[in-house]
């Protein structure tokens, strides 16, 4: 077995993936390893024979899958970001990971390691798999070719060392600080209504018009003048059923439905009159709605205003789904392929709305092979460009960094003329989850060996306690700073410690305690900053404790 194995890297591939992500799935005490399951496979069958090990191109091209569809859907948020507090709170993250960097260095010289196996211990106590391909490639362009092999299995076992505690100890950290500073989620999704994430459901209610204050003003005017954050559909005066205009004025008796929180919907019901048990919504003769997915390329990057549905079609936009999100649309909302909009039109031009929206569920599983292939292909090219540092050293952001910068331009950029850089978000998940795994499985397989060997020695678990120490000191650093000193509402600031992490896992807790997606703003926010930090430490780490 071990030899078809061996001969066969096809089927060694697949049968890590096979047998390491469904083990990831296993929850202990309510943490699983996810995805990272696939190395720790890896890592077991790759330590049954030191040939038994994946092709290079293999990892190299799944970090390069990984960090490039990440950047894509990371763009956009990570710029709105550096809009409210991103300034600061990157700043933060970049001297929490040089904390970290200065704790590596401290345990380098207490426990005498090996400058590869240091560097594949920060990333792994960090969890940054990029970071862990920098090294790999750095090593791999400064290394003397007889002792490759060797030097580039030190840093993934010191990483796959560190990685677990690297995740466990970062959900430790939130559940302890949470507990003691008895956090209350809930109240603290009440105040940051005004970052657009969905807290909450969204609802849809009829509400009677009864009130003298609601009808003297537009609605434009009644929605800024009291902040509401809703959206109105129908509205029947008299007998007739129509769509509202934003310059138009509620009338006494007018049925209205409108869209959105529950706390927000009763703040509007309060204001205008009472809620009403009538569904007006339900009364499809004239006006109907419908949920269409956004595949048209022409609409993709562009805000929801410059559409001028009302004008053109005599539509509105009432509710925004992407991926399992229900986002509540505004004028400034910038539609994305695979979106799927909630319409509400004419009954008879619903057909024209459709076929304007594109509607086609093949057309959004399809990638655009020219950009996506030319945008991966500009960003392995930056990896490549040297960056001089001092001492006639020099950097490269390899196939992990380049990608991802060059992913987070053309995410944020959305169009260049009629090239759609941005992928449809079941595509972008389906590449990101597929690249994470081939890395996975390939530097496991190739450092299995090596890892077995290690920990079974004298060092190994000298080396989990040093990676547990910096994880634990940099998550616990992070807490305490941004929530005692700065003031950063924990919701946001367990995601921007996801962030730091660049930890799915940890995210999908945070996620877990808040019980709303605000946790994803904060990670957002700083994952690209992170991600870039980790490489650069990581690699520099490596290049001052290599130094003669």
Not at 276 to 300: G, Y
Not at 336 to 347: A, K, P, Q, T
Not at 482 to 503: D, F, H, N, V, W
Request: aromatic share 8%; glycine share 10%.
């Amino acid at each position: 077995m071990l030899k078809i194995l061996i001969e066969n890297p096809l089927l060694l591939l697949f049968l890590v993936a096979a047998v390491g992500y469904p083990l990831g799935r296993i929850r202990i005490r309510g943490s699983s390893l996810g995805v990272a399951s696939v190395l720790f496979t890896g890592l077991a069958i790759g330590s049954l024979h030191p040939d038994l090990k994946l092709p290079e191109v293999v990892y190299m091209l799944g970090v390069a899958l990984f960090v490039y569809t990440v950047g894509l859907a990371n763009g956009p948020a990570f710029v709105a970001s550096l809009r409210r507090a991103g300034l600061r709170d990157n700043l933060l993250v970049t001297g929490i990971l040089m904390l970290g960097a200065g704790l590596t260095l401290a345990a380098h010289r207490f426990l005498h390691l090996k400058p590869a196996l240091t560097a594949g211990m920060f990333s792994g106590s960090l969890t940054c798999t990029p970071a862990l391909a920098a090294i790999l490639d750095t090593i791999k362009h400064s290394a003397p070719r007889e002792a490759l092999n060797k030097l580039l299995s030190d840093p993934v076992v010191g990483y796959s060392i560190a990685y677990p505690v690297g995740v466990i100890g970062t959900i430790l950290a939130v559940s302890l600080m949470q507990k003691i500073w008895k956090i209350d989620y809930a109240a603290e999704a009440k105040e940051l209504r005004g970052y657009g994430v969905a807290t909450e459901p969204l609802k849809n209610i009829t509400i009677l018009v009864n009130r003298p204050e609601a009808t003297g003003a537009t609605i434009e005017k009644l929605i800024k003048d009291n902040n509401w954050d809703v959206i109105f559909g129908r509205v029947r005066h008299g007998g007739a059923i129509s769509l509202p205009d934003p310059k138009s004025c509620f009338s006494a008796g007018d049925l209205v439905t409108s869209v959105g929180s529950t706390e927000e919907l009763a703040r509007v019901a309060a204001f205008l009159g009472e809620q009403s048990a009538e569904e007006i919504d339900l009364d499809r003769r004239e006006f109907d709605f419908r949920r269409i997915f956004v595949s048209n390329p022409r609409l993709a990057g562009r805000r929801l205003r410059d559409l001028r549905l009302k004008e053109r079609y005599g539509a509105i936009v009432s509710r925004i789904r992407r991926g399992d999100n229900e986002i509540l649309p505004h004028g400034d909302t910038v539609l994305e392929l695979g979106d799927r909009v909630r319409v509400i039109s004419d009954r008879e031009r619903m057909d024209e709305v459709s076929a304007f929206f594109g509607d086609s569920y093949r057309a959004v599983s399809e990638v655009d092979i020219l950009t996506f292939s030319l945008g991966l292909a500009i960003g392995l090219f930056v990896g490549t460009v040297p960056i001089p540092l001092p001492g006639d050293a020099e950097l490269k952001l390899g196939f992990a960094g380049g990608p991802l910068i060059t992913a987070l331009i053309l995410g944020t950029l959305g169009r260049t003329g009629p090239m759609v850089w941005s992928l449809p978000y079941g595509a972008n998940r389906t590449l990101r989850q597929i690249g994470l795994i081939l890395f996975l499985a390939g530097v496991g397989t190739r450092a299995g060996y090596g890892f077995a060997t290690t920990f079974a020695g004298e060092g190994g678990l000298l080396l989990f306690a040093a990676g547990a120490a910096i994880t634990c000191s940099t998550a616990m650093a992070m807490l305490w700073i941004g929530y005692r000193l700065l003031k950063i509402p924990m919701s946001l600031l367990i995601g921007m410690l996801a962030g730091l992490q660049t930890q799915s896992a940890v995210l999908g807790f945070a996620m877990e305690q808040t019980r709303n997606d605000l946790p994803t703003v904060g990670y957002a926010s700083v994952y690209p900053v992170a991600t870039i930090a980790k490489i650069i430490l990581a690699q520099l780490l490596l290049l001052f404790l290599m130094k003669p």
